[in-house]
C-alpha cells in the first residue's frame, strides 16, 4: 500500500512535469522524490518478503526428542520451546515495522519534496 501510494504520488506528479522542471530548484525536488521514491519501494519491498519464524515444539518433534523424558520435563521443554520461540519471532516482526516505518517515513520525504517543487515552481 506505501509503494501504491508513492507511485500514485509520483505518476501524478510526472504530468505537471514540463512546469516543474523549468526552475533548477524544483528539478532538484523531483529528483529528490524520485530518490525518495525509491528508498520507499526497496523498503516497502523488503518489509514484505517473507521471512522465516520459528515454531514452537509440535506433537512430531515432541515425542523423537522427549519420549523418555517425564510429564515435568515435558513441560519444561515446551515451555522453554515456546519461550524460545516468542523472542525470535518478536525480533522478525520488529525487523518487519522498522522497514515498514522506513518506507513510510521515505513516503513523507517524497511528498515534501514534490510539494516543494511545485511551490517553487508557482513562486519563481
Known amino acids: 500500500q506505501i509503494i ?3 507511485t500514485a504520488v509520483l505518476g501524478v506528479t510526472s504530468l505537471a512535469a514540463p512546469v516543474l522542471t ?3 530548484a524544483s528539478t532538484l ?3 529528490v522524490a524520485i530518490v ?3 528508498c520507499c519501494a ?3 519491498c523488503k518489509s514484505s518478503a517473507i521471512r522465516e519464524f520459528r515454531r514452537t515444539l509440535y506433537a512430531d ?3 523423537p526428542n522427549h519420549w523418555q523424558d517425564s510429564v515435568s520435563e515435558l513441560k519444561h521443554a515446551l515451555a522453554q520451546g515456546i519461550s524460545e520461540a516468542y523472542g525470535y519471532n518478536g525480533k522478525v516482526i520488529l525487523a518487519k515495522a522498522r522497514d515498514q516505518q522506513y518506507a513510510l ?3 513523507v520525504i517524497e511528498t515534501a519534496a514534490i510539494g516543494t517543487a511545485i511551490l ?3 513562486w519563481i
Open 4 to 6: 501504491g501510494l508513492g
Open 22 to 24: 523549468e526552475h533548477i
Open 29 to 31: 525536488s523531483l529528483l
Open 36 to 38: 525518495a521514491y525509491l
Open 42 to 44: 526497496l523498503l516497502g
Open 61 to 63: 518433534q515432541l515425542w
Open 105 to 107: 517515513y521515505s513516503l
Open 120 to 122: 517553487i515552481s508557482a
